[in-house]
């Protein structure tokens, strides 16, 4: 049967455990606002009973300690979905960048494109303002300079692409400190945790793992693999191993046709982290896909413009006498790559634009008037020159909408993710009073209880001395 002792020794385990409790509960409400810091909740188990004569006699209960309240499928799907974030928006933010050099009437600079579409309307019109006047100097001077304009903007757009992909070249080489510092941290802090924690909760050494996972998620894609004594294995999305459970290989970068590639070992595997997501995956898919694109329509434009201006020109007659030889209007490009960067215009002397047909006097201005219908002919890739601007222009567009609906509907999914996460494992000040009111009360009881029985205790070594329970 039951004695005080026994009494007062299930008393004492129970304030014990609502101490223990307690101090859960404020160490919940002093780390609420703690980044990536999960609530945790007492873990109550009830003491082995004692069984006398078939009957069985309860001994209280202790607390083992705290559990993380966190769900692992939640977290891993909140990870991916940062990772596709992080890649559309690093992505957009670079296609903006690309996107603002083509601005109508920007204006030229050193630095961006002027409104070449408008550009190629001018410098074709200046060969229909000749047709009536094929002799007047100023008009003849007027084709060099909308030439100048329209070569100016064609390459200082192509040398600004060039800028934005070394930029991006070496944001994303920046990223490779940042994921080995943390693919490092995160082994580090497996082997802690299957030190200290093998087969349960590890409370804050938890913490930090997940907030090192959400982090490395930011900058690349990543698969995650649980493995024995709650330890952890971190692949790419294609499967090269960046941390195995106390161990981490690390990321490296090299020179490869003259932009940064990436290593995991020996094995090249940039195409794959362009594909795979985070903040790097962006960087490379703008760097290797998007501006290459651009840059190849430009150099179609301008290797199309340049060659086809050029033959005409050397097929008609200008004002020195030459007949099939009257020179270039612009530099001659060797191939379409690169056209963009290199044209230029070198012709200084207006006299030698070859207005007039082969063989035909200086007032006629038949060639001046082929070279104008240019405008309208099918010479870029079947389009003429300035509606091939123009859905070159509409096609970027799209590509920037596209990906900024991708990144509008990925952020707001990361927010619903994280918005449920936060309900399971966030600091919930109101639930805390409410736990923190009812340890009190049960505090106080078990304390009640033992008032209780030192009372007792008095009065049975104070035999025949009245004593009153209160």
Known sequence: MGTISSAFSIMSQALQADQAALNVVANNVANASTPGYTEETPNWQENQPIVINGVSYGTGATESGATSIRDHVLLERLNQQQQLASAS?????????????????????????????????????????????????SLRQQVLSSATTLAG????????????????????????????????????????????????????????????????????????????????????????????EGSNFQLATGMVGGVSHFFVGTLDVTSQLASGGGQL?????????????????LDQLAYSISTQVNTLNNAGTDMAGDNGNAGNIFSAPAQVAGAALSISVVMTDPNH??????????GDNSNATAMASLAKQLIVNGQSPSNYYSKFVTTLGSTVSGVETENTAQTASVTQLQTQNDSLSAVNLNNEASSLTTLERTYQAASQVFAMLNTIMASVLNMGEQTTVS
């Open 281 to 297: 995956g962006g960087y490379l898919t703008a760097r290797d896909e998007d501006i290459p694109s651009v840059l190849n329509s």
């Open 89 to 137: 928006g690093s992505r957009l933010a670079a296609l903006n960048t690309v996107q603002a050099l083509f601005t109508p009437d920007s204006g030229s600079t050193s630095s961006q494109a002027g409104d070449i579409g408008s550009g190629i309307t001018s410098f074709f019109s200046s060969f229909s303002s000749i047709e009536a006047n094929p002799t007047n100097s």
């Open 153 to 244: 903007d064609l390459s200082n757009a192509a040398a600004s692409l060039n800028s934005q992909r070394s930029a991006l070249d070496q944001d994303a080489a920046g990223v490779t400190s940042q994921v080995n510092a943390l693919t490092s941290s995160i082994a580090a802090l497996n082997q802690q945790i299957q030190s200290t924690s093998p087969g349960a909760d590890a409370g804050t050494l938890e913490d930090q793992r997940q907030q090192d996972l959400s982090q490395l998620s930011k900058l690349i894609g990543i698969n995650q693999i649980s493995t024995e004594n709650n330890g952890l294995s971190i692949t790419t999305t294609s499967g090269q191993l960046l941390v195995s």
């Open 353 to 362: 634009i070859a207005a007039a047909g082969l063989g035909q006097g200086t």
